[in-house]
């Protein structure tokens, strides 16, 4: 007979019983497999890094829900590649974090990282590895040219991929539109001495001089630096028909700032995707950020029907509205996981090299479309969106894509 | 704009840099002229202070890209503020004397000074996880003012640090000159066994030392938050480094030293990003106090401190 009391505990062994059930739906049997995800969590580019692990994990939790590869069970790995220090990411961070996942026998591939800088310090260790990464948004092109082979690849075959294009073609495609559409005659290149902002800010400027622009300096800022107002001075003093921006909003917003103060409001003003994110809002501002044009290295898709429905999905999981890069996050995490299906399907085992391999030879349809890579692992289908800042009331001031009007796709040529 | 605009326009640019460097300086020199202590505190009481700033303009109704103030609601907000954000970092000077510092006051070597590199760090990360990473739009009840004087602009903003830093460099100044307390801080920099043996309270003059600087870091911050329409957390390291530079350049532990090397780092930057480059300025800032300290050991105003053992 029970008393009392002891059918409360068994009730209560009950619940948990019940609850460890729910909470593992997949059999005992189902292998573990660990998609890592490497994001700038902490430091100013924090926000954009919460929107796209979410868009990796509601892909993760997709895959374990509809049981898409059998007998697999995804678990998604997070670490973080921003220190307090550094304000944003930090390379040696990123390396770290490169050691666990490789460490971690049950990580089969990586998604992310968000920073060309993180990325540069990842590659190399997971190249040993064989641990295929895929970036959503680290653009800086040397990290998939061949030349770069011996620093990037030692291993042999290229490790890292993207879904999104690089500043190869985000730099060049938006300085046609500045020499096409804008008509812009002369220009003043500022950059943020990171990986990114360098390439870009490179990559801009040879284009923008190929089609004719006068390039009248190029600067470089410290990004920890709050004063930049010299450099400002002497730009005025050039009196350039257009500036660009090439670098993250570290130091982005005390440009935008310090431009909007000092700088003729008639002058042109533009970065790649490095200024695409609530800060610009937040913290520069209106009227500063009004104007300003923005690039993302891949379709703009967010406004597009087919999206819609995971918008919708992850508006009601995370609160929030995803953008661009979340989109290309969830996409590389699609490709993996379908790597990872054609690897258990053809009954080998998962291993990181065949996942790698499947990644490499992968054609999987996604929400941007077919993702289909070359040989370098660059996306085949490099498209390039303009987006300018336009104050928009109807829209909360940290809406990136309710501030960020969609211009359209820039010219290739 | 010709070159001579030009010119005036980074005269404009550096000394306004300057007096906030100036400002943050004095702290730096106020407690190593009394204790021999670099107290790297400071560098993230700035931070702090301009988040204080923050706080107390929103309270008041400042909004970010808000109408602007005029006349005496201007004053008003401004005196207000700027009270309170001095108080708030000169307590926050004092508190951190008395908790981290007092108990290693007689331990020999850099304990103290590893000490406050460990406060400094309390600090910014403390704002990090309270407030965030990410930069915060700062409210300005400035009316944008600015006076052509050729091609060159001098803005509100600019008036604006140069008065409240010379008014509260000339208060600073009156201070440890005339006060009672003022004389008992000389005395004590001077000979602190002399001074204690003259009757003077040396724990009461450090707590002044630390509240003054503190509090001059505050309105330091406050200052950065109003020209720059812009704080974070990571502020306070490039300034307070910068700052320090400047202390000293100038001679550390001299009050009229703090202020020229504050003014001289301000111009050398804003010069150098103008004829050389913005990337260089950290080199040519380094390179100058490099040189000045091989041929000026003391720093420019400073002499070397007599031998107190």
């Known amino acids: 007979m029970l008393t009392r009391r002891s059918k409360l505990m068994a009730a209560s062994a009950l619940a948990v019983a019940a609850g460890l059930a729910l909470s593992h739906p997949a059999s005992a049997a189902d292998q573990v497999i660990k998609i890592g995800i490497d994001a700038s969590l902490t430091g100013g580019d924090a926000n954009e890094a919460e929107l796209v692990k979410n868009g990796a994990m509601l892909a993760i939790d997709e895959a374990n829900a509809a049981k898409t590869v059998k007998g697999v069970k995804f678990e998604g790995y997070v670490l973080d590649d921003g220190t307090a220090t550094a304000g944003q990411y930090d390379p040696a961070q990123a390396a770290v974090n490169a050691r666990k996942f490789v460490a971690d026998k049950a990580v089969m591939g990586e998604v992310g990282p968000q920073m060309s800088g993180a990325a540069k310090a990842m590659i190399p260790i997971a190249s040993w590895a064989n641990l295929a990464m895929i970036t959503e948004s680290a653009t800086n092109p040397a990290m998939t040219d061949p030349a770069n082979a011996a620093q990037y690849r030692p291993n042999g075959k290229p490790v890292f991929f993207r879904t999104v294009a690089t500043d190869a073609y985000q730099g060049p495609y938006l300085a046609n539109y500045y020499a096409d559409v804008l008509k812009v005659k002369t220009l003043y290149v500022l950059d943020d001495t990171g990986a ?37 001075t002497k730009i005025k003093e050039m009196n350039p028909d257009a500036l660009f921006y090439g670098g993250v909003l570290q130091a982005g917003v005390k440009v935008v700032k310090q431009a909007y103060d000092i700088l003729p409001h008639t002058i042109i003003k533009g970065g790649g995707d490095g200024i695409i994110g609530a800060e610009m ?3 520069a501002g209106y009227p500063a950020a009004e104007g300003w044009y923005g690039t993302q290295a891949s379709p703009h898709v967010t406004e597009d029907k087919a999206a819609s429905e995971f918008i919708a999905k992850y508006k009601a ?29 053809s009954g080998k085992p998962i291993t990181r090299e065949a996942v790698r391999d499947a990644v490499a030879t992968a054609n999987v349809k996604t929400l941007q479309g077919m993702v289909a890579f070359d040989d370098n692992g660059d996306i085949k289908d490099k498209v390039i969106s303009i987006f300018q800042a336009h104050e928009n009331k109807a829209a909360a001031i940290d809406d990136v894509d309710g501030q960020f009007k969609y211009v359209g796709v820039a010219p290739q040529s | 704009m010709t070159s001579f605009d030009v010119y005036l326009q980074q005269v404009i640019n550096g000394t306004s840099l300057g007096a906030m460097y100036a400002l943050l300086a004095l702290g730096f020199t106020l407690v190593y002229g009394i204790l021999e202590l670099i107290n790297f505190a400071h560098f993230n009481v700035f931070m702090v202070g301009s988040f204080v700033g923050l706080g107390m303009l929103e309270a008041l109704g400042v909004a970010p890209n808000g109408a602007a103030l005029t006349g005496f609601a201007l004053v008003g907000v401004l005196l207000a503020t700027f009270a309170v954000t001095m108080l708030a970092s000169g307590l926050l000077g004092v508190g951190i004397e008395r908790i981290a510092l007092k108990p290693l006051r007689n331990v020999k070597g850099p304990a103290a000074m590893i000490t406050t590199i460990g406060v400094s760090y309390v600090l910014f990360n403390l704002v990090l996880l309270g407030l965030g990473a990410d930069a915060k739009n700062f409210p300005s009840p400035l009316p944008s003012v600015s006076f052509a004087i050729g091609g060159a602009v001098l803005r509100l903003r600019e008036i604006l640090i140069w008065v409240v830093s010379l008014a509260l460099m000339g208060g600073l100044t009156y201070f440890v000159q005339f006060t009672k307390i003022g004389k008992a801080m000389r005395a004590t920099a001077q000979d602190p066994e002399a001074a204690r043996m003259m009757g003077v309270e040396v724990d009461r003059v450090i707590i002044a030392a630390f509240f003054l600087g503190s509090a001059l870091a505050g309105a330091g911050g406050l200052m950065f938050g109003l020209y720059y329409n812009l704080t974070s957390y990571v502020i306070g390291f490039t300034a307070g480094l910068r ?43 380094f390179s100058i106090l490099v040189l000045v300290l091989v041929f000026k050991p003391a720093g420019l105003l400073g002499r070397v401190a007599p031998n107190k053992s």
């Open chain 1, 196 to 232: 990114y902002g360098e390439g870009i800010a490179k990559a801009f400027e040879e284009q923008a001089q190929k089609k004719g622009i006068k390039l009248l300096g190029h600067d470089k800022l410290d990004p920890k630096a709050a004063d930049y107002t010299a450099v400002f």
């Open chain 1, 281 to 283: 809002f937040t913290a």
């Open chain 1, 317 to 345: 999981k995370y609160n929030k509205a995803p953008d661009d890069y979340t989109i290309t996050a969830y996409d590389g995490t699609l490709v993996i996981i379908d790597a990872v299906k054609r690897v258990k399907e």
């Open chain 2, 243 to 285: 700052a320090f530079t400047a202390a000293v350049l100038g001679g550390i532990g001299n009050v009229p030293g703090a202020m020229l090397g504050g003014i001289l780092i301000g111009l050398i930057e804003a010069f150098g990003s103008y004829w050389i480059s913005a990337a260089w300025a950290d080199v040519v800032i």
